[in-house]
């Protein structure tokens, strides 16, 4: 039986290796695909990448931009957002509402930048999306990749100081019986400004443009110039808290000289007439004319029926020289809490100042040249400027100035109220600072100081008072948490420091300590031995810092909450004229995630 010719044995391994060859090149030529695919796809994904940090930078700009005016100005926000999403290579025909969950979708558009409110009502989140071409990921399938980043800011705006309802200073109308307030909306002092060439010392540190060596924050010698003159005076904020229509009104918007304590002879025989022509009350209105322009019998006694009314505007000058002229003029907001970039809706409104016998001048229908309307319808009464409209978020700004070239201190009042003549809603404040005179003493009065969101937790309150303590007797001071906060009934931490250019000029304290009184070292941000006569307060600045915890909350929904307080409280007569600032260390915008 023949057997078939075997092949030789190189032959075999030859054959062997060929078989070997042909699985080597199928899976090396499958690698090959598998290797291109997944550097293709690696390709894609690091561009993925560089699209997404380019887009978190737009988004971060964004963000940033649009929240100053967010929530106040949803529009003007949309509007800063895409500009700055623009100027950084992403463009989009307008802002779509960020959906349930953060959700920004595509549907049919390439690029879509969204907008609406983050993890709080009052931070401005922006989200941008853009469907970005796969080079080489078609290979598999995915031809293109939506690429997404998110960015939320928030804004400080000033803070609101002195005043957490619809009137800032006193309202004398609305009281029955002196001291006791018939509301809470009583606050016990009045707004100050002073005209541009009154000495610093007096107490106004912003209006006021002239000052001497051992005033602090002064340029020169003798009369030199005060470094803290703002020379478009004081602004005060109307916040609307609702969809209204508001009557902001003044009240004794002229500087007309009583005294300080309304003791001055040009009240004499006011009180007495029987019939004042233009009276808003009637003419004839003797009980009431008796009460309204009574002098202050005893500026001791906090219980004296004068004091109802006593604004108590004060001329440094006599009867010969300028008094101050007093306008007033109203903006609105643009940029919240920004009155530089307000636009002007009504006024000007000048009222001319005057010394003059008020028993004459109010019972002959008595007119100061240049004045809006005889000196009845406006001495000791509120005053309309102009009606204002707004919804929730919409704010304004009432501006208080004096002409240079005059002498004193005019004292008033602001509110806004609806045409019903009850209180509109809107919130009245100073705009980060604030001119004061607080003449009621001899008990404790506690004042709102200043609004401290919960968006400040995990900052530095900083709270500056100037020439702060003229009273007869020593005098201590508290600053007291919001009462709806999570603090409880004190601060912790605060540093009170003389000399306070730190917080009014933002350079180097040169007195880093107290070097007054002795700090109450139960309660550290309460300070005692307050006394103006004592150099280190008289004409001086004066500091305290206030940490702000980083899990501190408060009412941010209702308009009374977050208030920061200052208990002030002095055993005797009070005459107390000063100013306030207050702000937030840091930069007032920034992004949380």
Not at 532 to 541: D, E, K, Y
Request: charged share 10%.
């Amino acid at each position: 039986m023949s057997q078939g010719r075997r092949l030789p044995q190189h032959r075999v391994a030859a054959r062997r290796r060929g078989d070997d060859g042909g699985f080597v090149a199928v899976w090396l030529s499958l690698m090959l695909v598998l290797l291109l695919g997944m550097g293709a796809f690696a390709v894609d994904v690091s561009y993925w990448h560089y699209t997404q940090t380019r887009e978190q930078r737009a988004a971060d700009a964004a963000a940033l931009a649009g929240a100053v005016s967010f929530p106040g100005d949803t529009p003007r926000a949309n509007a800063a957002a895409l500009s700055v999403a623009a100027s950084n290579g992403y463009t989009a025909g307008g802002v779509t509402p960020l959906g349930p969950g953060d959700s920004c979708p595509l549907g049919a558009a390439t690029l879509v930048i969204c907008a609406g409110a983050g993890d709080q009502p009052y931070q401005y989140r922006v989200k941008i999306v853009q469907q970005v071409k796969n080079t080489f990921g078609q290979v598999l399938g995915m031809p293109a990749t939506n690429v997404g980043a998110t960015a939320t800011a928030e804004y400080l705006k000033p803070l609101s100081m002195g005043s957490p309802s619809n009137q800032y200073g006193n309202d004398p109308d609305a009281v029955t019986t002196w001291p006791a307030p018939t509301s809470q909306s009583y606050p016990n002092f009045w707004a100050n400004v002073a005209g541009g060439t009154s000495s610093k010392q007096n107490g106004d540190a912003y209006a006021a443009n002239s000052c001497n060596d051992s005033t602090d924050g002064c340029n020169g010698s003798g009369t030199g110039l005060n470094l803290d003159f703002k020379s478009r005076g004081y602004y005060y904020t109307v916040d609307f808290t609702g969809t209204a229509t508001a009557n902001l009104q003044v009240f004794d918007p002229a500087f007309v000289h009583v005294g300080d304590h309304c003791t001055d002879a040009t009240l004499t025989g006011a009180a007495a007439l029987t019939t004042v022509p233009d009276y808003p009350q009637g003419p004839t209105n003797t009980g009431d004319i008796s009460k309204r322009y009574k002098q202050v019998a005893d500026q001791n006694n906090q219980s004296d029926p004068g004091k109802q009314y006593c604004t108590g505007d004060q001329s440094f000058n006599g009867t010969a020289g300028p008094q101050p002229r007093t306008t007033y003029t109203v903006w609105k907001a643009v940029v919240p809490g920004d009155p530089g970039s307000a636009q002007q809706v009504c006024g000007p409104i000048t009222y001319p100042g005057t010394n003059t016998n008020l028993a004459l001048a109010l019972g002959s229908d008595y007119t100061e040249p240049g004045a809006p309307g005889p000196l009845a319808t406006y001495f000791r009464q509120w005053a309309t400027l102009c009606s204002v409209s707004g919804d929730a978020g919409d704010e304004y700004f009432i501006q208080v100035s004096t002409d240079a070239a005059s002498l004193g201190h005019n004292r008033f009042a602001l509110r806004g109220v609806s045409s019903g003549g009850g209180a509109a809603p809107v919130n009245v404040a100073g705009n980060s600072y604030m001119g004061m005179y607080a003449n009621v003493g001899a008990s404790l009065t506690q004042f709102y100081l200043t609004r401290v969101p919960t968006a400040a937790a995990g900052h530095t309150l900083v709270l500056n008072f100037f020439d702060i303590g003229d009273a007869s007797s020593e005098g201590t001071l508290g600053i007291v948490p919001p009462s709806d906060s999570n603090l409880g009934s004190n601060f912790s931490g605060c540093k009170w420091t003389g000399d306070g250019t730190l917080g009014a000029r933002g350079y180097a304290v040169s007195t880093p300590a107290a070097p007054w009184g002795a700090l109450n070292v139960i309660n550290p941000c309460t300070i005692t031995g307050v006394n103006h006569p004592n150099t280190i307060w008289n004409g001086q600045w004066s500091t305290v810092t206030v940490p702000i915890p980083g899990n501190y909350t408060c009412n941010d929904d209702d308009p009374k909450g977050c208030w920061v307080k200052i208990n002030y409280q002095f055993a005797g007569g009070v005459q107390d004229t000063t100013s306030w600032n207050a702000y937030l260390l840091g930069d007032p915008v920034r992004l949380v995630k």
